[in-house]
């Protein structure tokens, strides 16, 4: 195997040793060198042997002590993404509407991504070799989407006769000593009750390798011709959903001093329940999934409200958001409102391009901001959540649009007013509205 240079800095080592752009990256050590892992990771030993095949064919050693040696390739990775093999029943990327940009309809199921960046993998299209390769550079924490234990059952829901087989990867990850976040996004009636109690069972027999087991609730479209029948959670089956997860999660806090099984914000809200502390987060391990991420964001504004005395060089601001985060939002902004003698406009956005099921900020469009907005005084500024904007597949030439192509500036230009981009920090956020640093 090899990897192919695209780029040499120049008076770096490989420059001045006479390597170039086409030329092949072989091995490290006597290593081979397939992507990015094998490179960083065999590039901090301290004494180098590099092996490149040349685009004339012959073959150059360079040894060094020098860890930057200037080489530049193609892709980070340094190879192409894994796209998943899986045709999961619930899988959001089939729900699409056509004619979106086509880095959406990529499926990511790419193990190197999920230590990188925290991607989710299902493990279905892991070779041996990269298992070998995570336990023998104990590559950790992995994050797996498992969706349930039960292997007949996973291969019906990923419509994939390897899925039910692959869980066995996760007692070789664990009996080596990997770490693991674990998700299992619950279909009403399908993997959740009874399913649902083995799956946890399961999982947190392997505590304390699999250090999170967060539980998601189906996202659902209206585009779902043709897919399976799936119900959307309600009151009543995520009241239940929150029930089963809270008696698991009270047995492991004695056993382990963790709850180690949390469900997501969604089905707090969609069950019409208080939102638990900080406390039973124990540390947010899976913020990212949206376990606990509302909690996190009012707690933090709230600390940034009693300690931040900055007047505001802002008088009026608006703040658009998705449907589940609103009533939040707006309590917090009322009390920003009092302290700080600022007007603050919160609107909540309701999701048309997918569905009004879709509650989430995050999967709010362009076209819904503007027709929502458009008659509305936004006062000095309009700010929304980055996440609106973010494009998980790291196309830069799409960092800046909406899931439906619109841009910031083009929203920002049909506004005819300035667009603020915020993080997901409540303190960051209040800085924002005041317009302070």
């Known amino acids: ?9 120049k008076k770096s ?32 030993e301290q004494n180098l042997t590099l092996t490149f095949r040349c685009k004339d064919g012959k073959y150059k050693v360079i040894k060094t002590d020098s860890t930057d040696c200037g080489l530049q390739f193609e892709t980070y990775l340094m190879d192409k993404q894994q ?15 056509k004619g979106l940009r086509e880095s959406l309809y990529f499926k990511d199921d790419d193990s190197r991504l999920s ?20 336990i023998k550079m104990h590559i950790s924490p992995v994050n797996i989407s498992v969706h349930t234990m039960n292997p007949e059952l996973r291969v019906q829901m990923m419509k994939n006769k390897n899925a039910g087989k692959c869980l066995k990867i996760i007692k070789r990850f664990a009996d080596a000593g990997i770490k693991m976040n674990t ?39 209206k585009f779902r011709e043709g897919l399976a029948k799936i119900e959307p959670y309600n009151k009543q089956t995520a009241g239940e959903t929150i029930d089963i997860i809270e008696e698991y999660s009270q047995k492991f806090r004695k056993e382990f001093g963790v709850g180690l099984v949390y469900p997501a914000d969604e089905f707090f809200i969609k069950a019409e329940r208080e939102l638990p502390s900080a406390d039973y987060y124990d540390g947010y391990p899976q913020l990212d999934n949206g376990v606990g991420l509302v909690r996190s964001f009012y707690d933090d504004f709230l600390d940034e409200i009693e300690y931040c005395n900055e007047k505001p060089t802002h008088k009026k601001v608006t703040l658009a958001t998705g449907a589940d985060f609103y009533p939040y939002l707006y309590d917090l902004c009322k009390k920003a409102e009092e302290k ?21 900020s995050g999967l709010v469009t362009g076209v ?4 929502q907005l458009k008659n509305v005084d936004l006062g000095e500024c309009l700010l929304l959540p980055n996440s609106m904007i973010s494009d998980y597949t790291n196309h830069t030439e799409h960092k800046n649009k909406f899931l439906d192509d619109m841009t910031v500036e083009e929203l920002e230009e049909r506004l005819n007013t300035k667009i603020i981009l915020t993080n997901g920090d409540g303190g960051q956020v209040l800085k924002d509205i005041l317009g302070v640093e």
Not at 24 to 40: A, R, T
Not at 83 to 97: E, G
Not at 186 to 195: H, Q, Y
Not at 368 to 371: H, I, K, M
């Open 1 to 9: 195997m090899s990897v192919k240079i695209c780029g040499v800095n």
């Open 13 to 44: 080592v490989c420059a001045l040793k006479g390597i170039t752009a086409g030329d092949e990256l072989l091995k490290i050590n006597g290593n081979e060198i397939m992507d990015v892992l094998d490179y960083d990771f065999y590039m901090t």
């Open 83 to 97: 796209h998943c093999k899986n045709k999961c029943i619930f899988c959001f990327i089939d729900q699409l509407p």
């Open 115 to 134: 230590f990188l960046f925290g991607n989710y993998i299902t493990l279905t299209n892991i070779s041996e070799h990269e298992i070998e390769r995570i």
């Open 183 to 221: 998700q299992l996004v619950l279909c009403p009636g399908i993997n959740d009750g009874d399913e649902l109690r083995y799956s946890i069972e399961q999982l947190s027999a392997l505590y304390p390798v699999v250090q999170s087991i967060a539980a998601v609730p189906v996202g659902l479209t």
């Open 340 to 360: 700080y003698n600022i007007e603050i406009n919160v609107r909540k956005i309701i999701n048309n391009f997918f569905g009004e099921t879709i509650t989430v």
């Open 368 to 371: 819904d901001l503007y027709e």
